[in-house]
């Protein structure tokens, strides 16, 4: 079956702008989770998202937000962008809310520069 | 609070070699899992391993092992006979209990980069 899809796989942002990611999960799975990779702080948990609502947030500002849609698609919004946003942007699936349904299901993740 | 450390913060060995990624972890949850994700260029997380706290049996899965001990906090992985396609970062992570009951997210280490050398 189809693993987790996320558009853009790269992207260019300015300062000041906002950016909107996509995530497709697995079909059937029900949970949506973004992380932030930067290669000095590493994987930061963003939130996570179970049948529309959001369950869980990390310690992100709220220019950092989320949504997921009746069919279990996922989009992350960042606004006014900062350098330090640059980033892997990671989503991943599941079947149940959190880790306790098993394993999360990552997809290759949106690449954003910020200059 | 909740961590991980990956101490190794990169590893190069040649072809064939044994070599274990060390991870240690904190936490003051009695109920939490531990995990092993792989990395490779291509950028997304791939799972290998979750482990709860209450199964301290060591896991062998072809090339790959696990050691967990929880007196010592920690969930080491051993790739035996190790090859080229094995390159890749290699992350511990963390997930324990929530508020609401459920597992929550996870907590990730730095990561440990391995490169085998043909």
């Known amino acids: 079956k189809a693993g987790v899809t996320q558009t853009p796989r790269y992207l260019i942002k300015t300062r000041g702008q906002q950016v909107t990611l996509s995530c497709s999960p697995i079909s059937g799975h029900r949970s949506v989770s973004w992380y932030q990779q930067t290669p000095g702080q590493g994987l930061q948990f963003l939130f996570e998202y179970f049948s529309e609502t959001q369950r869980n947030k990390g310690n992100f500002p709220g220019r950092f937000s989320g949504r997921q849609f009746s069919n279990s698609r996922s989009e992350m919004n960042v606004s006014t962008l900062e350098l330090g946003d640059s980033a892997l942007y990671l989503c991943?699936?599941?079947?149940?809310?959190?880790?306790?349904?098993?394993?999360?299901?990552f997809g290759e993740g949106s690449r954003l520069t910020v200059l | 609070a909740q961590k991980v450390t990956q101490a190794q913060t990169e590893i190069s060995v040649v072809e064939k070699e044994d070599v274990t990624l060390d991870c240690v972890y904190e936490t003051r949850d009695t109920t939490y899992y531990l995990f092993w994700y792989k990395q490779p260029p291509s950028g997304e997380l791939v799972f290998l391993i979750r482990r709860n706290s209450f199964d301290e049996q060591n896991e062998i899965s072809g090339r790959y092992s696990w050691n967990f001990q929880k007196s010592t906090s920690s969930f080491n992985f051993t790739i035996t006979a190790s090859q080229v396609v094995d390159s890749a970062v290699y992350f511990c992570a963390l997930s324990y209990l929530n508020y609401g009951g459920s597992q929550g997210n996870l907590i990730f280490g730095k990561g440990t980069k391995l490169s085998v050398k043909p």
């Open positions: 991943a699936s599941s079947l149940r809310l959190g880790t306790s349904g098993g394993e999360l299901f």
